[in-house]
């Protein structure tokens, strides 16, 4: 019986924090909105000594450090939160504002043609769509080569080769 209770407090402890974090966001949230962002900083960042990490977290750590005037740490937060949630479009522009307000104006050349490719890519999916299309090539390539070699006839072998190659 008490094993059972010590075991059901053991695991129900990383419950707690997780709400002891969520009642700390909203906390902070509303420090954030009345306009009190040096306590709303420090909250912030003692949940992200916890480990926790989203994009909304470092979203309204960057919004606050903006708020305050410290263009660099809002940065830093924006970038951290466009690193999770690359297509976010309220990230995006936050931190285009906030390189708006940067002194040292350096314009952006760009990137090469197939760097941007890549990226747009890569960010057409999440990792559940990139997992499937992998999952699915990889047992076409499989079957291919069981038809390269276990086919009987040429045709067979021939095509089961190329459609593996592409």
Known sequence: MIRSFLLMMLLALPLLAVRASDDRMVQANMLNGNGEYAKAI?????????????????????????KSGALAPAILNFERARLLAPNDADINYNLELAYSQTVDKIDHVGDVFFVRWVN???????????????LVSFTLMVACAGFYFFGQYPIMRKLGFYVGLG
């Open 42 to 66: 420090e909250i912030y960042e003692q949940i992200l000594k916890t480990g926790v990490e989203s994009p909304a977290l470092y979203f309204n750590l960057g919004y606050a450090h903006y």
């Open 120 to 134: 747009g890519i890569k960010n057409k999916g999440n990792s559940n769509t990139w997992a499937i299309f992998f």
